[in-house]
């Protein structure tokens, strides 16, 4: 045999390595998608790049990019890797009794409210399948999808946008609300907190939890708060809305959060009042890498999830108040509504 041909033959265990590097652009990120260390990956990028005689990747600016030869690999990668989970998972449903195990990283709320049952009806058909569910941020969940060590993940999206490297599938969308502490005076009609609410009360709307996201949809709640309460200030900082409810609930101040950050099927999580804002809602996403997008498992966990946000009935909710009519809060967020950055956070 040609020794020049077999000298270009990879490992598996090669192809998965640049497969993480190139998805993630950075040897640390894949070094930590795949739970090894970074010299394992630098030695491994350095044995392929001897073996073809030339460079896979390189530097410029100290950002990592594929050489020429280095995108062509990844293509072909790509369709190596996929015709290799297709045939592990092919065997595994061919075979009677072998269970199908899937990975899946959601956010919390998503979990809880979808995911789970999702799961209960996947097991319904197919009652040998197994889920290792994992309850991890965005930024964490795409890692791990380019890493190849999560089949799936459950995602929120401001719109149906597409991440690079994944597959993106729409599932449902669940309002924005406002939550206030339920001691607080019926804000329906209210056309000014600062004139019709007493100075308890207007302080406790002025009191707002805010998201420490490191992204857009930081400074997109900002906006709506100074649109909707010029006067209020961020008195809590956090990282989960399930944290923000409980600011609420003890009666400290106001939030806005998604609806099924504050429900679990039909009930409340937290004692507190829900009105709703007219906001454009929070898009709720399947994400898998498109290799993976034709297999069995992968299309009955998308059914399966589909049927189960079908299945939730819409929280019951205040209307919105006359002083969130008045802000013009609902046309400006029409208006400016951009693709939604995932936060690097739970919820």
């Known amino acids: 045999m040609d020794s020049k041909v077999t000298s270009h033959q990879f490992t598996l265990r090669q192809l998965q390595i640049f497969w993480a590097v190139a998805q993630s652009r950075s040897l640390t990120r894949a070094a930590k998608q795949l739970d090894v260390r970074q010299p394992s990956i630098s030695q491994q990028l350095s044995r392929m790049e001897h073996q073809i005689g030339g460079k896979l990747i ?4 100290n ?25 592990s998972a092919g065997l595994n449903e061919y075979f009677e009794g072998v269970r199908s195990q899937l990975t899946v990283g959601a956010l919390p709320s998503l979990a809880r409210n979808i995911v789970a049952p999702a799961f209960v009806r996947l097991r319904r058909e197919h009652p040998g399948y197994v889920m290792d569910l994992a309850e991890v941020t965005p930024r964490e969940a795409r890692e791990q999808l380019n890493g190849r060590l999560f089949d799936a993940a459950v995602l929120s999206d401001y719109a149906d946008g597409t991440v690079q490297g994944l597959r993106s599938v729409p599932i449902m969308a669940d309002r924005q609300l406002l939550a206030v502490p339920r001691a607080l005076p019926d804000l329906g009609d209210i056309q000014s907190p600062a004139r019709d609410l007493a100075a308890d009360a207007l302080g406790i709307m002025n009191r707002t939890a805010r998201y420490a ?70 898009q709720t996403i399947l994400l898998t890498p498109f290799q993976t997008a034709r297999l069995p498992s992968i299309a009955a966990l ?8 079908a299945s939730l009935e819409p929280l019951e909710t205040r209307p919105i108040p006359a002083f ?20 690097t956070a739970l919820g």
């Open 302 to 309: 998308e059914a399966a999830l589909k049927d189960a946000a």
């Open 324 to 343: 969130v009519r008045s802000s013009g809060l609902e046309e400006s967020a029409a208006s400016g509504a951009e693709p939604y950055e995932f936060p």
């Open 58 to 61: 390189r530097y410029v600016n």
């Open 213 to 282: 996201f490191g992204s857009a949809h930081t400074e997109r709640v900002t906006a709506w708060y100074e649109r909707l309460l010029p006067q209020s200030d961020a008195t809590l900082r956090c990282r989960t809305f399930e944290s923000a409810l409980a600011f609420v609930e003890e009666g400290e101040g106001v939030a806005i959060v998604p609806e099924l950050a504050v429900r679990q099927k039909g009930r409340l999580l937290f004692d507190v009042t829900l009105y709703d804002l007219g906001l454009p809602p929070r």
């Open 63 to 87: 950002e990592l990019r594929l050489t020429a030869a280095g995108e062509f690999l990844l293509a072909e990668t790509g369709a190596i890797l996929e015709a290799v989970d297709r045939a």
